[in-house]
């Protein structure tokens, strides 16, 4: 008789889906706050929206295929993915990104598949992906922190970012009339100018944008999403095993890296700069589509965090979680058919062929 074999999810506390998926959403408030004080209404906006399509997208998808609507939709994965997406995308993105974005992911990378646990890449990332291949512009295009001289996030108050977001202007002015380079994109720009991590934090063109050395408000809001990982951790929601690869090895390139050549910034600018610990704790953790014995979920993570850096530093994208979680996706079969947990009752792992 043949066998169904699932890799993954496996639920080993009690509970279910629904529940786990609440604390994932709980977990993300402390950054979704940290990320509206700093850069406006627009991301808490972005995400009603998203969940609004999330929902509508799924609801679709199961009324074609005839399963039933309420009882999928109770397992809250659809919300957390819009969630994610809509974080990831900038607090003045237009209306029409997130709409592609977050359906593409629902309807393509996910229902496409099968539904919950049968999809091999991170929907969320893929639907992120998507945008920042097409429309590149739209997606790297965020307002200045909170507190940078010469930005105008100030003016954003929640009827400017509504009407911003479902209109695509303010006044009459474009989008990029008032957003500016991210942090990393500053990096890029002053290494490319060989110009050192110091003279880039005192230039002014570039050093407005560095709290710290650090980047103002891009710290806030990873030790946010910090915050929150730690909280899933607490609550055995995800385990240590990702988020420690992850870090340990952007920590490490970081490190060794800087020590070469100072323009590349130290590794504190890395830890928490960009989308780092929404990645390590929110990500990359996704129990679908990551490996699942725990040296493999080491080592998957420390390849994303291994990706993230190179991209970051030597790439075509100032940042990089999206690619290098759906590169590791890719591998992540692999990894569990090399490095598989040790079979009950018996001292080794279990060995293929059955030695």
């Known amino acids: 008789m043949a066998l169904i074999s699932i890799t993954s999810p496996h639920s080993q506390a009690p509970g279910n889906i629904g529940a786990f998926m609440r604390q994932v959403i709980y977990a993300t408030i402390p950054g979704v706050a940290a990320l509206t004080y ?10 009603a929206f998203a969940i609004v399509i999330a929902l509508c997208s799924e609801a679709l998808i199961l009324w074609l295929r005839k399963k039933p609507i309420l009882f999928y939709l ?16 900038p607090p003045t993105a237009p209306w029409w990104l997130t709409l592609v974005g977050t359906s593409f992911a629902i309807i393509i990378a996910k229902q496409l598949y099968g539904g919950m646990g049968y999809n091999p890449f991170n929907p969320a990332m893929i639907g992120y992906a998507l945008m920042l291949v097409s429309y590149p512009l739209e997606v790297t295009s965020w307002l200045p922190a909170l507190g940078v001289e010469g930005g105008r996030q ?11 977001i479902f209109a695509s202007h303010i006044n009459g002015e474009g989008i990029d009339a008032f957003t500016m380079a991210t942090p990393l994109d500053s990096l890029k720009t002053a290494a ?6 110091g003279e880039a934090v005192n230039n002014p063109v570039f050093g407005e944008f560095y709290g710290l050395a650090i980047g103002k408000g891009w710290a806030a ?5 910090l915050v929150g990982g730690l909280y899933l951790l607490a609550r ?13 090895s952007l920590f490490l390139f970081a490190i060794v890296s800087h020590w070469f050549k100072d323009a590349y910034g130290p590794a504190s600018f890395h830890l928490l700069s960009g989308g780092t610990m929404l990645g390590a704790f929110f990500i990359a953790t996704d129990p679908v589509s990551a490996a ?30 999206a690619f290098a979680v759906l590169l590791m996706n890719l591998c992540a079969p692999t990894i ?4 598989q947990p040790r079979t009950y009752g018996h001292g080794r792992r279990h060995q293929k062929g059955g030695r």
């Open 192 to 197: 490319r100018s060989a110009l050192t991590f």
């Open 154 to 164: 100030g003016e954003l108050d929640f009827s400017t970012a509504l009407s911003t």
């Open 336 to 339: 569990d058919y090399y490095i």
């Open 236 to 248: 055995k929601i995800i385990t240590w095993h990702i988020p420690a690869g992850f870090l340990a």
């Open 38 to 47: 700093y850069f406006g209404w627009g991301t808490l906006i972005n995400i």
């Open 74 to 89: 109770s397992d809250y994965s659809a919300v957390v993915t819009a969630i994610l997406l809509a974080i990831a995308l």
């Open 292 to 321: 699942t014995s725990n040296m493999g979920r080491i080592i998957y993570g420390f390849g994303i965090g291994t990706l993230i850096y190179i991209i970051r530093v030597w790439g075509g994208y100032p940042d990089a979680v």
């Open 221 to 225: 809001v990873n030790l946010g999403f």
